[in-house]
């Protein structure tokens, strides 16, 4: 038997293709002949094209279909005979993208009627939260499990970008955002925050990290903001290279994340790995990732959310019980645990 996965687009530093490349070493770690085959390749990735597979397709094989967003790939997979799991990763809501890039949301509205057609034909649905496991569940998914992510988090442990460190490493309170620049994200809703905040110290920063390509008009209206509310000592540096990502967790004081729409948000686990105690809005499968830590805000009261910053940076001992928190909830993520995980899942399949 041979397990292999397919996807849409396989692109570096994308979640999605980070968890595929970790999924792919650890079935092969296993024994499995395991390969990625993919429509859309980026030239740094290993991958073949998708049309390929049918020359090891099988009944006796399990193929994952890493789904997000509708393509080609979900009608060439119904007709394959291999035992089928839907990893699901969820599908952004179509309303984010009017405006901002008509052909990613029409990519969305497609991927929504595709993943219609898959409840009868799929063996196991690993949703990436209980969040995205409800949305399986309405739409007729029969066994669903909840699979957070793999991830290695050894790629952390890395030298930082020593330049940026010494750039911004001063008694400013630097506050952080990691997520692609996209409506739903709520980095608007950061920026006011940050005004707020600016007024009770006026000694501190805020980086928005994360790629704008495709959102240019979204990366404009947070511009035109910016110059609204006169603000200064705000970054956005676009996509980052990991010895810069690793820099800003380290420079980070605060993780602000207020993004409104997240099936499992990366950004918050790297947080609790760097130990940057995290504020986060109360909504989607936020609360499913950061289970019993950081704090979660259920209302977007700007002004409210910039005296609660203020609280966790001054109050040390406040400050250590998040982190504290944070480590606990760190330890269910860890390799083995969601190793152990994966195979039992599988297992499921094969039995």
């Not at 570096?12 to 595929?20: K, L, M, Q």
């Not at 079935?27 to 020359?55: D, F, T, V």
């Not at 506050?175 to 920026?191: A, S, T, Y």
Request: contains cysteine; aromatic residues 12%; negative net charge.
């Amino acid at each position: 038997m041979e397990i292999h996965q397919i996807l849409p687009t396989f692109s570096p530093g994308d979640a999605i293709g980070n968890e595929v490349i970790e999924i792919n070493k650890t079935l092969r770690k296993w024994g499995y002949k395991s390969q990625i085959y993919a429509e859309n390749i980026h030239p740094e990735m290993s991958a073949k094209n998708y049309l390929e597979y049918r020359k090891v397709s099988s009944k006796d094989n399990i193929l994952i279909f890493h789904f997000s967003i509708g393509s080609d790939i979900s009608h060439y997979v119904r007709e394959l005979p291999d035992k089928k799991i839907i990893r699901f990763h969820g599908i952004t809501p179509e309303k984010y993208l009017y405006g901002i890039n008509d052909y990613i949301q029409h990519l969305l509205v497609r991927g929504r009627e595709e993943l219609n057609l898959y409840p009868e034909l799929t063996d196991l649905a690993l949703a990436n939260s209980r969040y995205t496991q409800l949305e399986l569940s309405k739409l007729g998914f029969k066994h669903i499990e909840v699979f957070p992510l793999l991830m290695d988090l050894n790629i952390y442990d890395k030298n930082p970008n020593q330049s940026l460190l010494s750039r911004f490493d001063d008694d400013y309170v630097n506050l952080l955002f990691v997520g692609r620049i996209i409506p739903q994200k709520n980095q608007h809703v950061i920026l006011k925050i940050f005004s707020y905040y600016k007024l009770i110290n006026p000694r501190s920063r805020l980086f928005l990290i994360g790629n704008f390509e495709g959102c240019e008009n979204y990366y404009d209206q947070l511009q035109e903001i910016i110059k609204k509310l006169k603000l200064k000592d705000v970054y956005i540096p676009g996509k980052v290279s990991m010895d810069d990502l690793i820099s800003y967790y380290k420079l980070a004081d605060v993780f602000l994340c207020m993004s409104e729409w997240e099936t499992f948000c990366v950004p918050l686990v790297e947080s609790m790995y760097f130990d940057t105690p995290i504020l986060a809005y109360n909504y989607t499968a936020i609360p499913d990732t950061l289970g019993n830590s950081g704090i979660l805000i259920n209302k977007l009261k700007c002004n409210e959310i910039a005296e609660m910053i203020d609280l966790v940076v001054k109050d040390e001992a406040f400050r250590n019980k998040i982190i504290r928190k944070q480590r606990e909830r760190l330890k269910d993520f860890e390799r083995p645990n969601m190793e152990n995980l994966l195979k039992e899942y599988i297992q499921q399949v094969i039995d």
